[in-house]
């Protein structure tokens, strides 16, 4: 088949397409990983069966307890951690093969919110997903969201009643704020259909899931964020967001939901993200309204940056955009010139990207192998990094994010691009390479 006869109103042309984009983009990444927070998510996933977790939080309270000033949970919610577990029979834990789970999880992301709304027109929309470069940085680590948002959009797609509540059940477990969504789409289901049984089995069903975990293995589904000292998740600070109309908190959040959509930062981005807003309440459908929401929740969330943790909302969109249109009937040329700009914007994007690459800062840098390989040949035990929870899976040892005080017999690692690198009172420069300078006491 010739590829300018490629027809992507045909269902197998499309996934096919689809497929070559999704797996072409990420085979340049394939090689790539960041310091990010996937190896949170490996670390739990070694040991989230049996007595082994049950030490894994002891070791995370212990070196977490070292940093004054903690990002990381404790724990997270235990269905990505299960899904890597599984997924790692097939190899030793390979971090760059672990997150295969992201490209995957993008295609049937998008194979299934096609075949949702089923509008032969408007296929093309679904085609600029997988060059978002939301969704691309995603192929540097692993995260929760998009095979959250997987399970949950097959979950609307399957018809089987039963089936649908398990993978709404399995994408709550692996991303919990998706609850949301599911109440609402449980809403619009009543609304339209009468229907409210599933929604009861659910809600039950959750429920049961969380009191099992919590009183019978004392793990929280949504996870142990304790350490952080925020109530970032909760009802009490959504309201106080809220109530107090606090323009930066608004400000902040437009813009980072302007940069999922744009893709780069600009001033612009604000106008963006409240368009995106405005837009969603205009569709008025249950894809909208689940964006609706899930930005809203987002008020009571404190992090330092959001395009991760937004990016359900750009596939609400699209599903809320495209459902709009089939509802309205409206005339799409103007939707085909703007998905062409933007395919520009984004295609330039990922060539400036990829033609960085190896300068991207990771374990997998040349420097951060011989790094490792002094560490792991040395006696020492107790490490300080700027990216502690990585650090554990390519060594073995102990490590905790230094902040203010050296905790005794700790050997500090510091790397020149994200610090300073100034010899600390009474240590000796033991190591060095042209990224990383390793000091330990005298």
């Not at 000033?69 to 724990?75: A, E, G, W």
């Not at 760059?96 to 490209?103: D, G, S, T, V």
């Not at 259909?193 to 959750?206: P, V």
């Not at 205009?282 to 992090?303: E, L």
Request: glycine share 4%.
């Amino acid at each position: 088949m010739h590829f300018r006869k490629l027809n992507i109103k045909n269902d197998k042309n499309f996934v096919l397409l689809s497929f070559v984009i999704i797996f072409a983009t990420y085979i340049f990444y394939s090689k790539t990983l960041s310091w990010g927070g996937y190896a949170g998510y490996i670390l739990q996933a070694k040991n989230v069966f049996g007595s082994n977790f049950y030490n894994f939080i002891e070791i995370q309270k212990v070196l977490y307890s070292y940093t004054e000033f903690q990002r990381d949970p404790i724990y997270t919610p235990i269905g990505l951690p299960i899904l890597i577990n599984l997924f790692s029979f097939f190899h030793m834990w390979n971090p760059l093969l672990i997150k295969i789970i992201i490209p995957v999880s993008v295609f049937l992301l998008i194979t299934f919110a096609n075949k949702i709304t089923n509008i032969h027109q408007l296929k093309f929309i679904y085609l600029l997903l997988p060059f978002n470069p939301g969704i691309i940085d995603e192929y540097r680590d692993t995260q929760t969201e998009l095979p959250g948002l997987m399970f949950f959009i097959s979950g609307i797609y399957t018809k089987n009643r039963y089936l649908k509540i398990t993978l709404f059940i399995i994408s709550t477990l692996i991303r919990p704020t998706l609850v949301i969504t599911i109440f609402i789409y449980y809403i619009f289901i009543y609304f339209e259909e009468k229907e409210f049984l599933d929604g009861i089995i659910y809600s039950f069903l959750i429920l049961s899931v969380h009191f099992i975990l919590n009183n019978f293995f004392e793990i929280k589904f949504y996870g142990d964020y304790s350490n952080r000292g925020t109530r970032s998740s909760s009802l009490t600070q959504l309201y106080e967001h809220l109530i107090s109309l606090d323009y930066e908190r608004f400000k902040f959040i437009f813009s980072e939901l302007g940069r999922l959509f744009v893709g780069f930062t600009n001033p612009l981005n604000y106008f963006v993200g409240l368009t995106i807003l405005i837009l969603l309440i205009v569709f008025r459908n249950k894809y909208s309204f689940m964006g609706v929401a899930y930005i809203i929740f987002h008020f009571a969330w404190d992090a330092p940056y959001f395009v991760r943790y937004l990016l359900p909302v750009l596939i609400f969109f699209v599903l809320g955009l495209v459902e709009f249109f089939k509802q309205k009937n409206v005339n799409i040329k103007f939707l085909r010139i703007l998905s062409l700009l933007i395919f520009l914007n984004y295609a330039l994007q990922i060539g400036y990207q990829v033609s960085n690459l190896d300068n991207q800062r990771g374990p997998y840098q040349e420097d951060s192998i011989e790094l490792f390989e002094y560490i792991n040949s040395s006696e020492y035990e107790l490490f300080s990094f700027h990216s502690p929870r990585v650090f554990r899976i390519f060594t073995n040892k102990s490590a905790y994010r230094l902040d203010t005080n050296l905790i005794k017999d700790t050997v500090v690692v510091c790397e020149y691009s994200n610090e300073t690198c100034t010899e600390p009172e009474n240590y000796v420069l033991e190591f060095s390479n042209k990224s990383f300078k390793v000091f330990t006491n005298k």
